[in-house]
Nanobody
Framework: QVQLVESGGGLVQAGGSLSLSCAAS????????MGWYRQVPGKQRELVTS???????DYADSVKERFTISRDIAKNTVHLRMNSLKPEDTAVYYC??????????WGQGTQVTVSS
């Protein structure tokens, strides 16, 4: 059973920064991709950023140049650094890991609130 445990959410003023972490219960190289999604009430969960096991990254247009995904291989942890936060970044952020078709794993979610 794969577990993803997120930490680091909270409340921040617009323009501020927050970092999220996602600790996996197994070697993160066993996942084809890991990433972060976010969701606000009444809307679909959307992809924020992802990283492949080869290290390639992808970002939603809305967060490019502001968010950075990284990983600590020794700690089986993926990080999300969020700078220049905007009120529209407010959401529950979920860590995601994908191994192969039918093998998707999710964290429990962590709230990020950006006040204006």
């Amino acid at each position: 059973q794969v577990q993803l445990v997120e930490s680091g959410g909270g409340l921040v003023q617009a323009g501020g920064s927050l970092s999220l972490s996602c600790a996996a219960s197994r070697d993160i190289f066993s996942f084809a991709t890991m990433g972060w999604y976010r969701q606000v009430p009444g809307k679909q969960r959307e992809l924020v950023t992802s990283i492949t096991n080869g290290g390639s990254t992808d970002y939603a247009d809305s967060v490019k140049e502001r968010f950075t995904i990284s990983r600590d291989i020794a700690k089986n942890t993926v990080h999300l650094r969020m700078n220049s936060l905007k009120p529209e970044d407010t959401a529950v952020y979920y860590c995601h890991a994908y191994r192969r078709p039918g093998s998707n794993y999710w964290g429990q979610g962590t709230q990020v609130t950006v006040s204006s």
